[in-house]
């Protein structure tokens, strides 16, 4: 009697924890459990497919990790793979910069970027506006004719 009511016990704390660990959201990867809800609801909203989300020339706007943006009318592609932190050697400041996935006409190439960079594709500019490597990662582009 005395093993079973152990048991039971051991039991009872074993589903106590789990129930507080998917209540934290233990489960979830990156912490992201309601922008990926809404990117899914954005994305079966506009009939795309992930990642499928267009801007227009001269348009600023911000791209989250492995999120893939496309420029109206240019086949071109950009897609955050990273932003880090960087340290000023003298210990004068922080910055962030980017790792952009760059795609012209299905030919793909990789940059590193830090924030005022231009990167020229073809017929078009790539500038990096800002960097955010804290906490939810992003950065600020813009596309421009060259």
Not at 47 to 67: Q, S
Request: hydrophobic fraction near 40%.
């Amino acid at each position: 009697m005395k093993k079973q009511s152990s048991q039971s016990f051991l039991l009872l704390l074993f589903a106590l924890g789990l129930s507080l660990l998917i209540g934290c959201g233990a489960g979830t990867t990156n912490g992201q459990r309601g922008r990926d809800l809404t990117a899914n609801l954005n994305q079966a909203e506009s009939g795309k497919k992930a990642g499928g989300r267009e801007v227009a020339i001269g348009e600023h706007f911000t791209i989250n990790p492995d999120e893939k943006v496309s420029v109206k009318d240019t086949g071109l592609s950009l897609q955050l793979k990273t932003v880090r932190r960087v340290y000023l050697a003298n210990g004068a400041g922080e910055y962030g910069d980017a790792e952009i996935i760059i795609t012209l006409d299905a030919k793909e190439q990789t940059q590193r970027m830090k924030p005022g960079d231009k990167i020229t594709v073809g017929d078009y500019v790539v500038v990096l506006l800002w960097a955010n490597p804290f906490d939810k990662t992003s950065v600020g582009l813009m596309v421009t004719h060259q």
